[in-house]
């Protein structure tokens, strides 16, 4: 079975290239959603392995959207990256103590997208398909 | 389909013969193994039925010189019961099977139609991997010569990994393509279906690992070994680079997200853009005309509110821009709208060096993504050029010149090889769309006929057509079993070598018109970067209101209609479509990003074929734009072939001669056209029964297309009547193949039962052009006239129209 991959992100390219890159890196199935409303919706519904959450977005940022994950019991234990242009160690420090997974820079380059979500959940890249 | 049945035994050939005439086949019996050779030197079998033990040239002997010889039909060996030496011997020599005497008609009847199944006149609609075959029309797969049992799940999953024989699917795509939209289940459906398909192949002794699993990505076909092509005449084996979805090619696709998102990062550049355009020169001096690069917008123009809220967007894109160039490959873009990001973030009022640095941002980030966009576009278009390849193999370098120049007008790049060394070599540099190779390059007439081979089993094969100065039925033959697709007599027209060129190039994908509507520009050009590519004209349209007119003057052979639009929705552009006969036949596929029930219903309810969700992913849409006009193909087909006897119907040939007729006419070429008619069919049909009617125009039929082809318009315009169009075919040729053929005519027997054989003669018609007439009616009419005087005379006679 391979992993789903919840991607929340405002921008419509953002989430194209993500599932692109993850779908044919990483082999794993990508739903997408473009505000924070409609991830909490798909989240709940499809019930994804992890959630690409986007830091700024307009009505419900990243954190709140994260929040709102959190308080779900439905949710609250899907794995949750951060799409974030702050990745200093002291906002690491933070989203950890928030109880966020990771954090993953923007941009980050398409190649490499999939490994660093792997790294992050603690994933192995190579034996997703095999039956 | 025809057998010869080898079997000096009456009964048993009578019994053999009277079980195959009722499954259909035309049947000839030989009573020795010299007479079987003298029919296969003279006719085209589709199989053979060979007793071991004949007089004269005994089975195995037989067996081992027609392999020799390069005779590739399948030969099924009668044997005794207890035999098993005779077995080995056959099967040695080359026969493919063999069933033992007293044979049971059901179990032969079976095992021919499994050799039938694989023989070498396939046509190319089959698709191929290896032992594995696949025929669409008849949905069967076939591994080596058993029938593989499939349920319809596990055939359509075949049949994607077929048609896309490089590719890795991911269990996503596999639902995508081969579930419908209400029967969606999870992934592990594909993953059950895939285990049950490997069980399947294996049982007919396909290797295990056939559909292999690609760690991480999906499955494919495991990629095939084949033999590399050498100029030493080396045969290292050399497997083939097969695509993965490598970084590169991940790559690509992202370069097209680019391509489809360009205008709207414009966009977002340019937001910011008017937000620094409002900002004053200098804190001293009042708003007014700002710096010429940028769109000038007075602050004056915008109440306080808009103001506020362009700044907010303004913020929003710097910081999406700075968190999204770089995927693109962008950095420096995504570093400098990090910078003006920065500066955004700050609190107004700018003093005068944070204005001119937001502006010196701005402009340098403009740059960069023009710059970026310009890059982009440079190397797409060239590869296809080179691709289109025509290698002339041909001694004769006036000859080959003159053909070079000609397919440069057919927007082919023709290549000259003089001898078989360079015809290799230039193959292996780069193959070519399809080679003219004339028999005579080589000393030795086997070297050619091997690079022919060659070339047909390459995958994908490489069409061959065949120049050639004589012309004897058997290099036809010959040729047309190594897979030479056209035999073209020399001398010929440039012109008409590259209209036969032109009829083996396109029953591909390629050339296919497209017509597309959106009223998104960024969508119309990804589209086209997307789908040109691949050989698929697109025509794009972001005006509905235009619509009717662009359909006609283009004539596409698919429309892609997205759903909103202004003033016309995509849905009423489908009914009015639908509405039209001329039209109702044209594939629609809808673009859109809802993928609701309700939407999905309306769009089938309007008549669409297929929908494909918004954002699009370019290969998923270009395989389901190739099936789809791929099925068009095979119902055209059906209205373009005769069913009867599997050449050219009426309205076909009608369309192939107008076409002739205007080339002949262009280039002043002369064209025979003739009528041919069995003498006293309806006599024969009334006396002998419908299904004897039918052996015998299916003979006629099969003399035709095996004696006139590729260029020549062979066709059954109904009852006994035949059609023929022989381009620049001068009336004394046209005469004396047709004599031959009427003498071939002549020589069938016909069984009307196992004890009664007759004998059928033909008469023809012959009106040339242009002395008898210009145009298909007038042609028909005289031609048609002198068969009459033909059949009225006695019949088995060629009467040509007089002016």
Request: glycine share 6%.
């Given at each position: 079975?391979?992993?789903?991959?919840?991607?929340?992100?405002?921008?419509?390219?953002?989430?194209?290239?993500?599932?692109?890159?993850?779908?044919?890196?990483?082999?794993?199935?990508?739903?997408?959603?473009?505000?924070?409303?409609?991830?909490?919706?798909?989240?709940?519904?499809?019930?994804?392995?992890?959630?690409?959450?986007?830091?700024?977005?307009?009505?419900?940022?990243?954190?709140?959207?994260?929040?709102?994950?959190?308080?779900?019991?439905?949710?609250?234990?899907?794995?949750?990256?951060?799409?974030?242009?702050?990745?200093?160690?002291?906002?690491?420090?933070?989203?950890?103590?928030?109880?966020?997974?990771?954090?993953?820079?923007?941009?980050?380059?398409?190649?490499?997208?999939?490994?660093?979500?792997?790294?992050?959940?603690?994933?192995?890249?190579?034996?997703?398909?095999?039956? | 389909?025809?057998?010869?049945?080898?079997?000096?035994?009456?009964?048993?050939?009578?019994?053999?013969?009277?079980?195959?005439?009722?499954?259909?086949?035309?049947?000839?019996?030989?009573?020795?193994?010299?007479?079987?050779?003298?029919?296969?030197?003279?006719?085209?079998?589709?199989?053979?039925?060979?007793?071991?033990?004949?007089?004269?040239?005994?089975?195995?002997?037989?067996?081992?010189?027609?392999?020799?010889?390069?005779?590739?039909?399948?030969?099924?060996?009668?044997?005794?019961?207890?035999?098993?030496?005779?077995?080995?011997?056959?099967?040695?020599?080359?026969?493919?099977?063999?069933?033992?005497?007293?044979?049971?008609?059901?179990?032969?009847?079976?095992?021919?139609?499994?050799?039938?199944?694989?023989?070498?006149?396939?046509?190319?609609?089959?698709?191929?991997?290896?032992?594995?075959?696949?025929?669409?029309?008849?949905?069967?797969?076939?591994?080596?010569?058993?029938?593989?049992?499939?349920?319809?799940?596990?055939?359509?999953?075949?049949?994607?990994?077929?048609?896309?024989?490089?590719?890795?699917?991911?269990?996503?795509?596999?639902?995508?393509?081969?579930?419908?939209?209400?029967?969606?289940?999870?992934?592990?459906?594909?993953?059950?279906?895939?285990?049950?398909?490997?069980?399947?192949?294996?049982?007919?002794?396909?290797?295990?690992?056939?559909?292999?699993?690609?760690?991480?990505?999906?499955?494919?076909?495991?990629?095939?070994?084949?033999?590399?092509?050498?100029?030493?005449?080396?045969?290292?084996?050399?497997?083939?680079?097969?695509?993965?979805?490598?970084?590169?090619?991940?790559?690509?696709?992202?370069?097209?997200?680019?391509?489809?998102?360009?205008?709207?990062?414009?966009?977002?550049?340019?937001?910011?853009?008017?937000?620094?355009?409002?900002?004053?020169?200098?804190?001293?001096?009042?708003?007014?005309?700002?710096?010429?690069?940028?769109?000038?917008?007075?602050?004056?123009?915008?109440?306080?509110?808009?103001?506020?809220?362009?700044?907010?967007?303004?913020?929003?894109?710097?910081?999406?821009?700075?968190?999204?160039?770089?995927?693109?490959?962008?950095?420096?873009?995504?570093?400098?709208?990090?910078?003006?990001?920065?500066?955004?973030?700050?609190?107004?009022?700018?003093?005068?060096?944070?204005?001119?640095?937001?502006?010196?941002?701005?402009?340098?980030?403009?740059?960069?993504?023009?710059?970026?966009?310009?890059?982009?576009?440079?190397?797409?278009?060239?590869?296809?050029?080179?691709?289109?390849?025509?290698?002339?193999?041909?001694?004769?370098?006036?000859?080959?010149?003159?053909?070079?120049?000609?397919?440069?007008?057919?927007?082919?790049?023709?290549?000259?090889?003089?001898?078989?060394?360079?015809?290799?070599?230039?193959?292996?540099?780069?193959?070519?769309?399809?080679?003219?190779?004339?028999?005579?390059?080589?000393?030795?007439?086997?070297?050619?006929?091997?690079?022919?081979?060659?070339?047909?089993?390459?995958?994908?094969?490489?069409?061959?057509?065949?120049l050639t100065t004589q012309d004897h039925l058997n290099d036809r033959l010959e040729?047309?079993?190594?897979?030479?697709?056209?035999?073209?007599?020399?001398?010929?027209?440039?012109?008409?070598?590259?209209?036969?060129?032109?009829?083996v190039l396109q029953p591909t994908a390629a050339e296919a018109k497209i017509l597309?509507?959106?009223?998104?520009?960024?969508?119309?050009?990804?589209?086209?970067?997307?789908?040109?590519?691949?050989?698929?004209?697109?025509?794009?349209?972001?005006?509905?209101?235009?619509?009717?007119?662009?359909?006609?003057?283009?004539?596409?052979?698919?429309?892609?209609?997205?759903?909103?639009?202004?003033?016309?929705?995509?849905?009423?552009?489908?009914?009015?479509?639908?509405?039209?006969?001329?039209?109702?036949?044209?594939?629609?596929?809808?673009?859109?990003?809802?993928?609701?029930?309700?939407?999905?219903?309306?769009?089938?309810?309007?008549?669409?074929?297929?929908?494909?969700?918004?954002?699009?992913?370019?290969?998923?849409?270009?395989?389901?734009?190739?099936?789809?006009?791929?099925?068009?193909?095979?119902?055209?087909?059906?209205?373009?072939?005769?069913?009867?006897?599997?050449?050219?119907?009426?309205?076909?040939?009608?369309?192939?001669?107008?076409?002739?007729?205007?080339?002949?006419?262009?280039?002043?070429?002369?064209?025979?056209?003739?009528?041919?008619?069995?003498?006293?069919?309806?006599?024969?049909?009334?006396?002998?029964?419908?299904?004897?009617?039918?052996?015998?125009?299916?003979?006629?039929?099969?003399?035709?297309?095996?004696?006139?082809?590729?260029?020549?318009?062979?066709?059954?315009?109904?009852?006994?009547?035949?059609?023929?169009?022989?381009?620049?075919?001068?009336?004394?040729?046209?005469?004396?193949?047709?004599?031959?053929?009427?003498?071939?005519?002549?020589?069938?027997?016909?069984?009307?039962?196992?004890?009664?054989?007759?004998?059928?003669?033909?008469?023809?018609?012959?009106?040339?052009?242009?002395?008898?007439?210009?145009?298909?009616?007038?042609?028909?009419?005289?031609?048609?006239?002198?068969?009459?005087?033909?059949?009225?005379?006695?019949?088995?006679?060629?009467?040509?129209?007089?002016?």
């Amino acid at each position: 079975m391979p992993k789903r991959i919840l991607v929340i992100d405002n921008e419509p390219y953002i989430q194209e290239i993500a599932q692109i890159c993850l779908e044919t890196v990483a082999g794993w199935q990508v739903m997408t959603a473009g505000s924070g409303q409609e991830g909490l919706i798909r989240a709940e519904t499809s019930s994804p392995d992890a959630i690409l959450l986007d830091v700024m977005m307009p009505d419900m940022d990243g954190l709140s959207t994260f929040r709102a994950l959190q308080a779900n019991p439905n949710t609250s234990t899907i794995p949750v990256i951060l799409l974030t242009a702050k990745v200093q160690a002291t906002d690491l420090s933070r989203y950890a103590e928030l109880g966020l997974q990771a954090a993953i820079a923007k941009p980050f380059s398409p190649l490499e997208l999939a490994e660093q979500v792997a790294n992050a959940l603690g994933w192995n890249l190579s034996d997703e398909v095999e039956d | 389909m025809r057998i010869l049945v080898v079997e000096d035994d009456e009964l048993t050939a009578k019994a053999l013969t009277t079980v195959l005439l009722q499954q259909n086949y035309a049947v000839d019996v030989a009573v020795d193994g010299w007479i079987a050779w003298e029919l296969v030197e003279s006719f085209v079998f589709d199989l053979i039925l060979l007793d071991v033990m004949i007089p004269k040239l005994d089975g195995i002997a037989l067996c081992r010189k027609l392999r020799s010889r390069g005779y590739q039909m399948p030969i099924l060996l009668l044997t005794g019961r207890d035999s098993g030496h005779d077995k080995a011997l056959g099967l040695d020599a080359g026969a493919d099977d063999y069933v033992v005497k007293p044979f049971d008609p059901e179990e032969l009847v079976a095992r021919i139609r499994a050799l039938l199944r694989r023989g070498p006149a396939v046509s190319q609609v089959v698709l191929e991997w290896g032992n594995l075959r696949l025929d669409p029309s008849a949905c069967e797969a076939i591994y080596g010569e058993k029938l593989l049992s499939l349920t319809p799940k596990e055939y359509a999953l075949m049949e994607l990994f077929l048609r896309n024989n490089r590719r890795v699917f991911s269990c996503g795509v596999i639902l995508e393509q081969i579930w419908s939209f209400d029967e969606m289940p999870g992934e592990e459906a594909v993953r059950t279906h895939i285990k049950g398909l490997r069980q399947k192949l294996k049982a007919v002794g396909a290797p295990a690992d056939l559909i292999e699993t690609v760690y991480g990505i999906g499955y494919r076909l495991k990629p095939l070994e084949v033999p590399n092509f050498s100029t030493e005449g080396e045969t290292s084996p050399k497997t083939i680079e097969f695509q993965k979805p490598s970084k590169q090619q991940t790559l690509n696709i992202l370069a097209k997200v680019w391509d489809k998102y360009q205008a709207r990062v414009s966009q977002q550049v340019e937001v910011v853009e008017r937000a620094i355009a409002t900002l004053p020169h200098a804190i001293e001096t009042p708003p007014g005309p700002t710096n010429p690069a940028l769109p000038a917008i007075p602050t004056s123009s915008l109440a306080p509110a808009e103001l506020t809220q362009l700044w907010q967007q303004a913020r929003q894109e710097a910081h999406t821009l700075a968190g999204s160039l770089g995927t693109f490959g962008l950095a420096k873009g995504s570093k400098l709208a990090r910078k003006i990001d920065h500066l955004l973030q700050q609190s107004l009022p700018f003093d005068s060096h944070q204005t001119t640095r937001l502006r010196e941002f701005v402009i340098a980030l403009r740059q960069e993504i023009e710059h970026f966009s310009n890059q982009e576009n440079v190397d797409t278009p060239t590869r296809d050029e080179e691709s289109r390849r025509l290698l002339i193999v041909d001694r004769d370098r006036l000859a080959a010149e003159q053909l070079l120049k000609e397919a440069e007008t057919w927007g082919l790049q023709g290549i000259i090889a003089s001898e078989l060394t360079i015809a290799k070599s230039q193959i292996e540099q780069q193959p070519p769309v399809a080679v003219l190779l004339d028999l005579s390059i080589a000393s030795n007439r086997q070297d050619s006929l091997a690079l022919l081979e060659e070339l047909s089993h390459r995958v994908p094969p490489i069409p061959v057509l065949i120049l050639t100065t004589q012309d004897h039925l058997n290099d036809r033959l010959e040729t047309a079993r190594l897979g030479g697709r056209t035999f073209l007599q020399k001398p010929i027209a440039p012109v008409q070598v590259l209209t036969a060129v032109r009829q083996v190039l396109q029953p591909t994908a390629a050339e296919a018109k497209i017509l597309v509507v959106d009223d998104d520009p960024a969508m119309l050009a990804a589209l086209r970067t997307l789908l040109e590519p691949w050989g698929l004209q697109v025509t794009a349209l972001s005006d509905p209101q235009q619509f009717w007119q662009m359909l006609e003057v283009t004539s596409p052979d698919l429309l892609i209609l997205d759903i909103r639009m202004p003033h016309l929705s995509g849905f009423d552009l489908c009914q009015v479509v639908r509405n039209d006969a001329r039209w109702s036949e044209l594939p629609i596929i809808f673009l859109t990003a809802h993928t609701d029930a309700e939407t999905v219903n309306q769009v089938f309810a309007v008549g669409a074929d297929d929908f494909v969700s918004k954002p699009i992913v370019g290969p998923e849409l270009v395989t389901r734009i190739v099936n789809r006009l791929d099925r068009m193909r095979a119902l055209r087909r059906l209205t373009d072939t005769d069913l009867l006897t599997g050449i050219a119907s009426r309205y076909r040939s009608t369309q192939d001669l107008d076409r002739l007729l205007r080339l002949a006419n262009r280039h002043h070429q002369v064209l025979s056209f003739a009528v041919l008619a069995i003498d006293r069919f309806q006599q024969i049909h009334d006396r002998e029964g419908i299904a004897i009617g039918d052996v015998i125009l299916r003979r006629v039929g099969q003399l035709l297309q095996q004696n006139f082809r590729g260029e020549d318009v062979v066709a059954r315009w109904g009852g006994s009547e035949f059609v023929l169009g022989l381009y620049n075919m001068r009336q004394e040729n046209s005469l004396s193949r047709l004599t031959q053929l009427l003498a071939l005519i002549g020589q069938q027997e016909i069984f009307a039962a196992p004890d009664r054989k007759l004998a059928i003669t033909a008469s023809v018609g012959v009106a040339q052009y242009p002395n008898i007439g210009k145009d298909l009616q007038s042609l028909y009419r005289a031609a048609d006239e002198a068969l009459y005087r033909a059949q009225a005379s006695g019949g088995n006679r060629i009467i040509v129209a007089n002016a």
